[in-house]
């Protein structure tokens, strides 16, 4: 069964320092999400991506944080100037005609030094 | 999207049906039941989405009541890898395509052998 793939698995970076994270969604999927978990905290939506636009955000998504889709298969989140308070799982996930649920890959675990 | 209310936590006997609750009584017409789980330190994962009738797949069962203000998730048969946090989400499935999914605290299941 087709999946979504996360790299890499575990990020450490110096605060203040750039960290790109990768994910390679299902491939005859349309729809692009970002998520993260702080340890211990609910699975918060960040940013939903769509026709190569942003199509929702939440307040979390501020000025730091950007998407892009730079190929045909890959679908990135840049964090420009880390925080600690960046330290969390990053999860991202695919969904393919309107409605159908989200399939999301086993997370990106960012730790910020 | 509509709230949900979901048991803390719950065990089941390895073997024995899991049935999870979700009460939902603020659901609106257009508003599916889905359901996602979270074994530890992996994504979410999605199980299965339903209207009004009950649905069956590979993973589950979905019964949700006639007046559509409560559904339960059956595991029919539980083994030790069904151990995680279920997300009950109510969300309308096709509102333009892309949507969050705004997941809550769960029931931590506790499979027992």
């Known amino acids: 069964e087709p999946e979504v793939t996360q790299t890499p698995s575990h990020q450490v970076t110096q605060m203040g320092q750039e960290v790109i994270l990768r994910c390679v969604p299902i491939s005859n999927h349309l729809y692009f999400y970002w998520y993260r978990q702080i340890l211990g905290q609910k699975v918060e939506f960040l940013v939903s991506?769509?026709?190569?636009?942003?199509?929702?955000k939440s307040e979390i998504f501020d000025d730091q944080f950007s998407v892009e889709r730079p190929d045909g298969s890959n679908f990135t989140l840049k964090i420009r100037s880390t925080k600690l308070e960046d330290s969390a799982m990053y999860f991202c996930a695919s969904s393919g005609e309107q409605g159908k649920p989200q399939h999301f890959g086993d997370g990106t675990r960012l730790s910020i030094l | 999207d509509a709230k949900t209310t979901q048991p803390t936590s719950m065990d089941c006997a390895e073997g024995r049906a899991a049935n999870l609750p979700c009460n939902h009584s603020t659901i609106s017409g257009n508003e599916y039941v889905y359901w996602y789980r979270q074994i530890h330190s992996q994504g979410p994962q999605y199980i299965i989405h339903g209207l009004k009738n009950n649905e069956t797949n590979e993973m589950a069962s979905l019964i949700i009541t006639e007046d559509r203000k409560s559904s339960t998730l059956i595991l029919p048969h539980a083994t030790l890898r069904d151990t995680a946090v279920y997300y009950c989400i109510v969300r309308v499935a096709n509102s333009g395509g892309y949507q969050k999914v705004t997941f809550g605290t769960g029931t931590k299941l506790q499979v027992i052998p």
């Open positions: 991506f769509y026709n190569n636009e942003i199509s929702e």
